[in-house]
């Protein structure tokens, strides 16, 4: 099994990037995906996921701001982050969730600069 997680970067303030995770060795379609990051000296947190049937949950801090998405046919989980602020700056991680089988991808890191 193998998340590859890409798009990282460094941005200013108010920007934009996107993340994409591409999962292999699953059945992907059945996971639930998610993003999580972890900022330096701060525990890894939630972002946003998205189940199988497209539902979507975001945490509060990014709401409106952030948009995740999949392509199933793909195999690839995506993270729309716009209007960035410093607070984003940290390693971005997708994993993949379905029942007792949980995976995580490397992370990327992303930087907003103010």
């Known amino acids: 099994v193998q998340l590859q997680a890409f798009g990282g970067g460094a941005v200013q303030s108010g920007g934009s990037l996107s993340l994409s995770c591409a999962a292999s060795?699953?059945?992907?379609?059945?996971?639930?995906m998610g993003w999580y990051r972890q900022a330096p000296g701060n525990q890894r947190e939630s972002v946003a996921r998205i189940t199988r049937g497209g539902s979507t949950v975001y945490a509060d801090s990014v709401k409106g701001r952030f948009t995740i998405s999949r392509d199933n046919a793909k195999n690839t989980v995506y993270l729309q982050m716009n209007t960035l602020t410093p607070e984003d700056t940290a390693a971005y991680y997708c994993n993949a969730v379905f029942g007792r089988d949980l995976y995580w991808g490397q992370g990327t890191l992303v930087t907003v600069s103010s």
């Open positions: 060795g699953i059945n992907f379609s059945v996971y639930t």
